[in-house]
């Protein structure tokens, strides 16, 4: 899959591209999550392209602009929590087989542009041939620009109607992993980003994941932390974000693989990294270790804008450091809770660990 970062103060590096040489499809939006709704989207996005010879494409944002008007008022925390980061959505579009990926650098030019503008790009500078879009998709800073107006411009549009739960359950019989699905909040109601945040955000993994089509997940660089789970001797991987405030937050029980340049799982990694023959506790995927995490803001230690992804690994020992880890959430334990001082945390962790670990032995 070949990405192109497109900046309309360098619109000239874009002029005789490779990958603009090529007529394509396409289809435009955050696809936060990357979705059972978006997979419908690109699913008809192929199909399209299929039946008029053309490559795909998609046009993601970044900022995606909900973050940009929350930056221009100097309040970065009222945009949405994010689903996904900007690799991680790279990520699951190369998996569902997108030729191309434009990232649009969404700032005031961009947004300046008006309807017949934005259209110019598509077709002068992208090569656009054909459009799918959501039967509610709306461009251009008067907002006037729509799936009639690009009909009128020349471009043809096929529009996706929006998708349902009933339409997923249709689509997708099997559960993942052959899981239970009695837990399932199944509504006739529409699948979105807005939707699984409100999932996670209460810790209804088993919703969130049917809508997803996959178990959620994080990936990131084990990085520097405090080094305050040592001293409680819980030591934890700190992971890198990579976004302003993660989707979820609580005590989790999570299962953790090593992943190489290329995104690819790294065959027994942990065993590998391990020292002391402490190898840890097995996952549930090959090659993955089990682990206890905790996201969020850590109300314990008072520091309500440092959002942290923590793994503890129980029964293992090695550094992890500069590691690339995908962390799938499996256990939602309970939300965050904030402790009369750093003996009760201790005494906190410890139980939960204790819990986690019990489940994660039930789990086989």
């Given at each position: 899959m070949k990405t192109i970062f497109l900046d309309l103060d360098q619109l000239h590096t874009l002029t005789g591209h490779e990958a603009l040489t090529k007529p394509s499809a396409l289809t435009i939006g955050n696809f936060d999550g990357v979705h059972?709704?978006?997979?419908?989207?690109?699913?008809?996005?192929?199909d399209t392209a299929k039946a008029q010879q053309l490559a795909t494409m998609v046009m993601i944002f970044e900022p995606q602009p909900r973050e940009y008007f929350a930056q221009l008022k100097a309040d970065p925390q009222s945009?949405?929590?994010?689903?996904?980061?900007?690799?991680?959505?790279?990520?699951?579009?190369?998996?569902?087989?997108?030729?191309?990926?434009?990232?649009?650098?969404?700032?005031?030019?961009?947004r300046s542009l008006s309807a017949t503008e934005f259209a110019d790009l598509l077709t002068s500078k992208l090569n656009v041939k054909s459009l799918v879009l959501g039967d509610d998709f709306k461009f251009g800073h008067d907002r006037t620009g729509d799936s009639e107006f690009l009909r009128r411009y020349g471009l043809p549009v096929t529009n996706l109607q929006t998708v349902t739960d009933t339409d997923a359950a249709a689509a997708h019989a099997n559960q993942l992993d052959g899981s239970d699905s009695s837990d399932l909040q199944i509504l006739d109601d529409r699948i979105s980003s807005t939707r699984i945040r409100e999932l996670l955000e209460v810790g209804d993994l088993t919703t969130a994941n049917h809508l997803l089509n996959r178990d959620y997940s994080i990936t990131g660089s084990v990085i520097g932390g405090d080094k305050i789970g040592?001293?409680?001797?819980?030591?934890?991987?700190?992971?890198?974000?990579?976004?302003?405030?993660?989707?979820?937050?609580?005590?989790?029980?999570?299962d953790v693989v090593v992943l190489d340049e290329s995104g690819?799982?790294?065959?027994?990694a942990f065993e590998q990294l391990a020292e002391d023959n402490q190898t840890g506790i097995a996952g549930l995927r090959p090659s993955s270790l089990f682990g206890?995490?905790?996201?969020?803001?850590?109300?314990?230690?008072?520091?309500?804008?440092?959002?942290?992804?923590?793994?503890?690994?129980?029964?293992?020992?090695?550094?992890?450091?500069?590691?690339?880890?995908n962390i799938r959430f499996l256990h939602h334990l309970h939300a965050e809770r904030k402790y009369d001082g750093l003996e009760a945390l201790k005494a906190g962790i410890k139980q939960d660990v204790e819990d986690l670990i019990n489940w994660r032995q039930q789990a086989d």
């Open positions: 059972l709704g978006h997979q419908a989207m690109l699913t008809q996005l192929h945009a949405p929590a994010r689903l996904s980061s900007q690799d991680e959505k790279l990520a699951l579009l190369a998996e569902l087989g997108i030729d191309t990926v434009v990232v649009a650098k969404f700032d005031d030019r961009f040592r001293t409680l001797d819980f030591p934890t991987a700190n992971i890198e974000l990579n976004r302003v405030r993660p989707a979820l937050h609580g005590v989790f029980g999570v690819a799982v790294i065959a027994d206890t995490a905790n996201i969020g803001i850590r109300p314990t230690l008072d520091k309500p804008q440092e959002w942290r992804l923590e793994v503890f690994f129980p029964e293992f020992s090695g550094s992890l450091y500069g590691k690339t880890l």
